[in-house]
């Protein structure tokens, strides 16, 4: 089992920047992938980022590149996303999601069994 719950959400003018966090509850001593996902109203859920929470290793998609960091508090486990230089486009429910184990090459919905509820991100022009 695992719990998780996003926060951090709001409104922010394009080229700010906005942190959300994901405290999650797992079982102790737990390896996970981690990632964050996020859907836009009308269109398919998008992967974000993902990280391990042991080794790190993160990888984002190419729309938020250089823009976007993901990271990791183990101590508090907590996950992190900090968005620089927003754009509309970034504008959607956010969510975290996690599954134990390592993560894979790639950042796929139906490679995390445990998600958040979300949080709004709203980016204006």
């Known amino acids: 089992q695992a719990h998780l719950l996003e926060s951090g959400g709001g409104s922010v003018q394009a080229g700010g920047s906005m942190r959300l966090s994901c405290a999650y509850n797992?079982?102790?001593?737990?390896?996970?992938?981690m990632a964050w996902f996020r859907q836009a109203p009308g269109k398919e859920q998008e992967a974000v980022a993902r990280?391990?929470?042991?080794?790190?290793?993160?990888i984002f998609a190419d729309s938020v590149k250089g823009r976007f960091t993901i990271s990791r508090d183990n101590a508090d486990k907590t996950l992190y996303l900090q968005m620089d230089n927003l754009k509309p486009e970034d504008t959607a429910m956010y969510y975290c999601a996690a599954e134990y184990g390592y993560c894979g090459l790639g950042i796929r919905v139906r490679d995390f069994t445990y998600w958040g509820q979300g949080t709004q991100v709203t980016v204006s022009s």
């Open positions: 797992t079982l102790l001593n737990s390896r996970l992938c």
């Open positions: 990280i391990n929470t042991d080794t790190g290793n993160p």
